[in-house]
């Protein structure tokens, strides 16, 4: 696939792994919709939480969560299933383990102590510190509840991290989803596991559909809520993806023709995609999804929409010619990529001041959280990129015995 410079240390993939270069710039889009979402939400909407249109395009921007569910499970599952069909070989689960703590926790404990100084959070330097530096603290539906008083909720801790808790679980379930596809796969032709596969990931999406919903519904069960089982649908689709993009690799012309037909046609994905948004703008009650008053059905029909338009999203992405149709031009922005690059840390340092700014704090409007947010949380995201996330990312393939190694003073080693 054509390249657009070298990936960022942070996105980049394993050794001899292909980059899927517009990945990062999708990755930057989404980022730029979820901080209009959280300045929305903590500016109390467009004149109030009402039904008015504006307030409804903006508040159904959450759908891109589902993009990053799916692009984080298609990015980390297919260079540990590469190796099946003849590519580069898996990453060791050491190495693994190592890219994804390197990846979240230091970056994550930066933004988490600094705010709890300046301008301060709650309970973070309490008896239960360690449960916000484990991220354990949406594990227990009454921690915050216990820690913080109702008028503190968003400044106890990063409330936004539920999403990265999700993200956690996700990774420790991963190695094991893929050794017992490894299992499935053993001695059998792909064009035979692919099928088993895909149609184990269509019954664990249908399953994360059927109880997140309905008369089963699990979706106040802080177990299903906020780990990986309540996302499984946007997240099998990602890992689908992942098994697809192994099998055919990156010959477009070998793609299955309803995949190739799409591939062809970023355009039209895109146009699908937006009418698709633009259907849940009109027809959803305007709330975040995580805490909306949906029905069953209504929440299961949302998860199922939101999941079908990051697809379509995806595929010119994924798929399709990163040098080619107006997704591929919009995506190839230098900025874009740039947001793409330091969207974790953007992610980190945005509710904090945008609390503050809003009605947690100086009460003021949408245009000027908008401004004052991104005047602190952009270069605190960048800070934390250059000096922390990419320096430590260039350690993930070093194993701990070498890290201690290089420790060790030139006057130990003589």
Not at 45 to 50: Q, S
Not at 133 to 151: A, E, K, L, R, W
Not at 349 to 365: C, E, K, R, S
Request: hydrophobic residues 50%; aromatic residues 16%; contains cysteine.
């Amino acid at each position: 696939m054509e390249q657009l410079g070298p990936a960022p240390a942070t996105l980049a993939p394993p050794a001899h792994h292909p980059r899927f270069p517009l990945s990062d710039s999708i990755r930057g889009i989404a980022a730029i919709a979820v901080l209009l979402v959280h300045i929305w939400l903590f500016t109390g909407g467009f004149g109030g939480f009402t039904g008015t249109l504006p307030n409804r395009a903006m508040v159904r921007l959450d759908g891109f969560v589902a993009v990053f569910f799916l692009l984080s499970a298609f990015l980390l599952y297919r260079p540990l299933i590469a190796h099946r069909t003849g590519g580069p070989a898996a990453p060791s689960l050491g190495t693994y383990a190592r890219g994804r703590f390197l990846r979240i926790y230091p970056a994550y404990w930066l933004a988490l102590t600094v705010l709890a100084i300046v301008p301060g959070l709650v309970g973070v330097f309490g008896d239960k510190w360690w449960v916000f530096y484990s991220m354990g603290d949406y594990f227990d539906p009454g921690f915050h509840q216990s820690i913080c008083p109702v008028d503190e909720q968003f400044r106890c801790g990063l409330p936004q991290t539920w999403t990265l808790v999700v993200e956690v679980t996700f990774y420790f379930a991963l190695p094991f989803y893929a050794a017992l596809t490894a299992w499935l796969a053993r001695g059998r032709q792909p064009r035979v596991w692919v099928r088993a596969e895909l149609c184990l990931l269509a019954l664990l999406a249908g399953l994360s559909l059927l109880f997140s919903g309905g008369p089963l519904s699990l979706h106040q069960e802080a177990w299903f809520r906020f780990t990986f089982l309540g996302h499984m649908f946007w997240i099998s689709i990602g890992l689908a993806m992942a098994v697809l993009s192994t099998v055919y690799g990156l010959r477009r012309e070998t793609y299955p023709r309803p995949l190739r037909w799409l591939a062809a046609r970023p355009g039209l994905c895109w146009s699908v995609g937006l009418a698709l948004y633009a259907f849940t703008v009109f027809e959803f009650y305007p709330a975040p999804f995580p805490v909306a008053p949906f029905e069953g059905l209504e929440y299961q029909a949302l998860n199922l929409i939101q999941g079908a338009t990051a697809f379509l999203l995806m595929i010119p992405v994924l798929f399709g010619n990163p040098n080619r149709g107006a997704p591929a031009r919009l995506l190839r922005s230098r900025f874009l990529l740039w947001i793409g690059a330091i969207s974790y840390g953007l992610y980190l340092w945005q509710v904090t001041p945008a609390t503050d700014l809003g009605f947690g704090g100086a009460d003021q409007g949408f245009i000027v959280v908008l401004v004052g947010t991104t005047l602190i949380a952009l270069p605190a995201a960048a800070l934390s990129y250059y000096f922390v996330e990419k320096p430590l990312m260039r350690l993930k393939r070093v194993p701990v015995g070498e890290w201690l190694r290089r420790l060790r003073p030139a006057s130990n080693e003589s």
